[in-house]
């Protein structure tokens, strides 16, 4: 049954139950024929339900022109900052102003969230599209340079796999955050120590050719998914191993991953860097989204990313996470 079925049957028997009552009451009390009676409670059932149907029509009369207002957007062409609710005909009452003002404020945060994504997606194409020329431009370069020695070709080379290497990152990183905004992160008990060990040797020849000393330390256990957890442990070795000066270190404990080098430190509050293709700074691209995606993995745990102290005197990340013993 409709809303406005329902209302007009309410309002009808609010006007025709008093009348029967008083009606039978009359009939029970006199000793007159009771066809008039029933001819006359017919009446008047017919004249409640007509009151009732017109009253319920014009009650229901906003909503109805915001229901339509509603159609209108939703089969309206064009870009979403340019939807509007239309005017109402007439002034509604205060209820379905209220309605229309909170329609009005998830319609502008759905423009926002999609100026946001248009940001994010040019963002995304310019970051992706810098490695890729670059890959291309010293593929170009050594199809033609038969001059080049092999000392010369293999520096070349080491800087085409640099440059595939950040957008094969990139890529990465945008299918664990898309993983993330699809479903909710598989809980398993991991052992964090051999997590980390099992990434070291996807780093040790990285970081043997820069020169560093990588190394890990403690224990742990904890609940997550494997795959979205070495993501972000790999977005921040990756962050590590590209600003150290000699050492990288992954501390493991109880429900917790840690991070620390030695180089200079955070250049920006960890809130700053950790927003999506930041503006400024080298490897914007790299770290910029590297750090929200630990940052989003962290969350969608239960858990959180945060900045911490190391004696080696460079920057240090702590992932953390739920820990195995609170089951």
Not at 148 to 174: P, S
Request: net charge positive; glycine share 8%; proline share 6%.
């Amino acid at each position: 049954m409709s809303l406005r079925a329902r209302l007009a049957l309410v309002i009808a028997l609010l006007a025709f139950l008093p009348n029967l009552v008083l009606a039978l009451t009359l009939g029970l009390m006199g000793e007159g024929p009771w066809l008039p009676l029933v001819l006359w409670l017919l009446l008047i059932a017919l004249v409640s339900g007509a009151v009732g149907y017109f009253l319920a029509r014009s009650l229901l009369r906003p909503l109805e022109e915001l229901t339509r207002a509603l159609a209108y957007l939703s089969v309206k062409e064009g870009p979403v900052n340019a939807l509007r609710l239309p005017a109402p005909k007439e002034p509604p009452p205060m209820e379905i102003t209220l309605l229309r003002a909170r329609f009005g404020e998830l319609l502008q945060r759905l423009q926002r969230l999609m100026e946001a994504r248009e940001a994010f997606y040019g963002a995304l194409a310019h970051d992706l599209k810098t490695p890729l020329l670059s890959a291309i431009r010293a593929l170009e370069y050594l199809e033609r340079a038969d001059h080049l020695g092999r000392e010369k070709r293999v520096e070349l080379l080491l800087a085409l796999r640099g440059e595939l290497f950040q957008a094969h990152l990139l890529v990465e990183n945008l299918l664990a955050l898309s993983r993330l905004e699809a479903r909710t992160p598989q809980r398993e008990t991991l052992n964090l120590r051999a997590l980390a060990e099992d990434l070291l040797l996807r780093y040790r020849e990285e970081a043997g050719r820069r020169g560093l000393g990588l190394t890990v330390e403690g224990v742990g256990l904890a609940r997550g998914e494997r795959l979205l957890l070495e993501r972000a442990l790999a977005n921040l070795l990756d962050n590590a191993l590209r600003h150290a000066k000699t050492q990288v270190r992954i501390r493991v404990e109880e429900g917790a991953l840690q991070v620390e080098d030695d180089g200079e430190g955070l250049p920006l509050p960890l809130e700053a860097l950790a927003q999506p293709f930041r503006q400024g700074g080298p490897n914007r691209g790299s770290a910029g989204l590297g750090l929200y995606t630990a940052k989003r993995v962290a969350e969608a745990h239960g858990g959180r990313l945060l900045t911490c102290k190391t004696p080696l005197g460079g920057a240090c990340l702590r992932l953390e996470l739920p820990s195995a013993k609170e089951l």
